[in-house]
């Protein structure tokens, strides 16, 4: 069965400063795709960024950036220069590709707060 | 496109009581996903339509649950027989499919969720 696992409940990063949030998982599969999701205090969760099982180099998007290692089986997120807008929950998910289903699996998410 | 709705926003009822939730994927997207999320916990699956067709169901979702997706469109969960248990937030989110053609998994675009209190 997948699991992910997220061992950090709760950050603190000084604001400009960068952090980096833990997350592992596991899997049978040799296709799948590994996902962070921002939810700030709305509720709504929010596409951050998408790492592939096949991808060689590691994903980044604009501020964050996934450090991905595949033996180990981790997919961490590297949140560059933080902003106190940046304080939130985030969560690590993984979908099979090949599944037809494709559902998220999520960890427990950790809570980053953003000190100025 | 303002992308997925989700109504109510918020909804208390009494133990007991049936509610029914709606979602409104983003317009093109063929899969709709629930989930729940209670208070500290990531989101959990709770049931998936490719357009109109339920095609897989967690076992978290008990007889009390109810899912629909009539013409591919909207979809529609209802809870029957609250419980206390079942206050959650209830999360609906859409993509166009599994996957693209070379392979890369779809992200799932959420809607702002429905937070549910039963008394």
């Known amino acids: 069965a997948q699991k992910i696992t997220q061992t950090q409940p709760g950050m603190f990063v000084q604001e400009k400063e960068a952090v980096t949030l833990d997350c592992t998982y596991d899997?049978?599969?040799?296709?799948?795709?590994l996902f962070w999701y921002k939810q700030p205090s709305s509720g709504e969760m929010i596409f951050l960024i998408y790492?592939?099982?096949?991808?060689?180099q590691n994903a980044t998007e604009g501020r964050y950036s996934l450090n991905f290692q595949k033996a180990r089986k981790s997919a961490n997120l590297v949140i560059s220069a933080s902003q106190l807008g940046d304080s939130a929950m985030y969560f690590c998910?993984?979908?099979?590709?090949?599944?037809?289903?494709?559902?998220?699996?999520f960890g427990q998410g950790t809570e980053l707060s953003v000190k100025p | 496109d303002t992308g997925v709705s989700q109504n109510p926003r918020h909804k208390i009822t009494k133990r007991g009581q049936n509610v029914t939730f709606r979602c409104d994927p983003i317009?093109?997207?063929?899969?709709l996903y629930w989930y729940r999320q209670t208070l500290g916990q990531g989101p959990e699956f709770l049931t998936y339509?490719?357009?109109?067709?339920?095609?897989?169901k967690s076992r978290l979702l008990s007889d009390r649950f109810s899912a629909e997706r009539p013409k591919g469109s909207f979809s529609t969960l209802e809870i029957q027989r609250t419980e206390q248990g079942d206050s959650a937030m209830y999360l609906c989110?859409?993509?166009?499919?599994?996957?693209?053609?070379?392979?890369?998994?779809?992200?799932?675009?959420f809607g702002p969720g429905t937070r549910l209190t039963v008394t």
């Open positions: 998910a993984m979908r099979e590709i090949y599944n037809q289903g494709g559902k998220l699996i």
């Open positions: 339509f490719q357009n109109e067709a339920q095609l897989e």
């Open positions: 790492q592939g099982s096949y991808d060689e």
């Open positions: 899997t049978s599969d040799q296709s799948y795709g």
């Open positions: 989110a859409s993509s166009p499919l599994a996957r693209d053609r070379v392979g890369r998994a779809y992200e799932q675009y």
């Open positions: 317009s093109e997207h063929n899969r």
